[in-house]
């Protein structure tokens, strides 16, 4: 198991604050969001209650794609197999990790993904004993212990359980040596995951940065604000819930404006706000949120045209997805009636 003296754990953690910044601006947080991991940890310690939809699901987001229509076929056959084997896997479940982890490598014949599986899969059984391992951030562990010179740095990456013992070890030596106090763990987690993967941003522009939600979650019971008539919203649709979070947003930052751009508004919603993580449903959303398609009236447009212009892409089937992005400039209001006069 790897072990980190004092000075090796405060220079790997120096290194990872002078990158933090630059690779969680790529994290995809919309495909990765935080809360569903956290529901699955309380789920999956009792194994025999998982559902097969649940469990594939949960690999599913594991492997980059939980809404997606299907993965790449090496992840699925990966998914598929453990689904057959799940019934022979419940008897197993109860011992210990090292017999549980042998149980996956004989029954996944594609290790290169198989690993990341049973990593995964023995994470959310006993969180407490594992950390959330994948190839890529045992990569980055790799290089950064290869930075700062550590003696254990060309252990080798052969995919087996004292990998994810060392990963553990080396995650949670770090850990308190950062300043991000209670995002700390999701902050390294997710620097962990970017770094080891930088390598597929290559050909991304320099000027790509994605953005984490500030509203992950939602729910029309009970909000309440201050500021806005959110029960004028009446439709319950992803455009409405987008323009129930936007002006949550403006009064959590306490932003008295109302008049905006379109390209302003759609900065305050990146993709994954209110949990809506598929992004082909999230720009229909965005396009629907500035028309007027059934009657919606949230804005007051300086160009009539171009709230119509929005409701005639939302109204048919065969819409620009990227429409707002043509009228980034536009200025628009909030409609008055959706505003608590003071």
Same mark, same amino acid.
């Given at each position: 198991?790897?072990?980190?003296?004092?000075?090796?754990?405060?220079?790997?953690?120096?290194?990872?604050?002078?990158?933090?910044?630059?690779?969680?601006?790529?994290?995809?947080?919309?495909?990765?969001?935080?809360?569903?991991?956290?529901?699955?940890?309380?789920?999956?310690?009792?194994?025999?209650?998982?559902?097969?939809?649940?469990?594939?699901?949960?690999?599913?987001?594991?492997?980059?794609?939980?809404?997606?229509?299907?993965?790449?076929?090496?992840?699925?056959?990966?998914?598929?197999?453990?689904?057959?084997?799940?019934?022979?896997?419940?008897?197993?479940?109860?011992?210990?990790?090292?017999? =549980?982890?042998?149980?996956?490598?004989?029954?996944?014949?594609?290790?290169?993904?198989?690993?990341?599986?049973?990593?995964?899969?023995?994470?959310?059984?006993?969180?407490?004993?594992?950390?959330?391992?994948?190839?890529?951030?045992?990569?980055?562990?790799?290089?950064?212990?290869?930075?700062?010179?550590?003696?254990?740095?060309?252990?080798?990456?052969?995919?087996?359980?004292?990998?994810?013992?060392?990963?553990?070890?080396?995650?949670?030596?770090? =850990?308190?040596?950062?300043?991000?106090?209670?995002?700390?763990?999701?902050?390294?987690?997710?620097?962990?995951?970017?770094?080891?993967?930088?390598?597929?941003?290559?050909?991304?522009?320099?000027?790509?940065?994605?953005?984490?939600?500030?509203?992950?979650?939602?729910?029309?019971?009970?909000?309440?604000?201050?500021?806005?008539?959110?029960?004028?919203?009446?439709?319950?649709?992803?455009?409405?819930?987008?323009?129930?979070?936007?002006?949550?947003?403006?009064?959590?930052?306490?932003?008295?404006?109302?008049?905006?751009?379109?390209?302003?508004?759609?900065?305050?919603?990146?993709?994954?706000?209110?949990?809506?993580?598929?992004?082909?449903?999230?720009?229909?959303?965005?396009?629907?949120?500035?028309?007027?398609?059934?009657?919606?009236?949230?804005?007051?447009?300086?160009?009539?045209?171009?709230?119509?212009?929005?409701?005639?892409?939302?109204?048919?089937?065969?819409?620009?997805?990227?429409?707002?992005?043509?009228?980034?400039?536009?200025?628009?209001?909030?409609?008055?009636?959706?505003?608590?006069?003071?």
């Amino acid at each position: 198991m790897i072990t980190l003296i004092e000075k090796e754990r405060r220079a790997v953690a120096a290194n990872i604050q002078e990158r933090i910044d630059e690779h969680l601006g790529r994290f995809p947080y919309a495909r990765y969001p935080a809360e569903l991991l956290e529901e699955w940890c309380k789920i999956f310690c009792n194994p025999a209650s998982v559902l097969p939809e649940t469990i594939k699901k949960a690999l599913g987001w594991h492997f980059g794609g939980w809404q997606r229509q299907s993965l790449p076929s090496a992840f699925s056959r990966t998914i598929a197999a453990i689904l057959k084997a799940w019934p022979e896997f419940l008897p197993i479940a109860p011992s210990e990790p090292q017999e =549980i982890f042998r149980f996956w490598q004989g029954q996944l014949q594609d290790w290169s993904t198989g690993f990341s599986a049973a990593a995964f899969l023995l994470h959310l059984q006993r969180p407490n004993d594992f950390e959330l391992v994948d190839r890529h951030r045992m990569e980055a562990m790799r290089e950064l212990l290869q930075e700062i010179n550590h003696s254990e740095n060309e252990a080798s990456l052969g995919l087996e359980f004292t990998d994810l013992e060392d990963y553990t070890s080396f995650f949670r030596s770090i =850990i308190n040596k950062l300043p991000y106090k209670d995002d700390s763990r999701v902050k390294l987690d997710r620097f962990l995951k970017a770094y080891g993967n930088r390598h597929a941003y290559k050909q991304v522009s320099p000027d790509f940065r994605t953005t984490e939600p500030s509203i992950r979650t939602f729910t029309w019971d009970g909000i309440t604000s201050q500021r806005f008539k959110l029960e004028q919203i009446v439709g319950r649709a992803n455009c409405d819930v987008l323009f129930a979070c936007f002006l949550l947003s403006l009064e959590a930052q306490r932003n008295s404006a109302t008049e905006f751009t379109v390209g302003e508004v759609v900065d305050m919603l990146p993709v994954g706000t209110a949990g809506i993580c598929n992004e082909a449903s999230f720009n229909y959303a965005l396009i629907s949120l500035f028309s007027q398609q059934r009657q919606r009236d949230f804005w007051v447009f300086d160009k009539p045209e171009i709230s119509r212009a929005f409701t005639e892409q939302a109204n048919q089937s065969t819409r620009d997805m990227r429409f707002y992005q043509l009228h980034t400039g536009e200025r628009l209001q909030i409609n008055q009636r959706y505003i608590l006069q003071p």
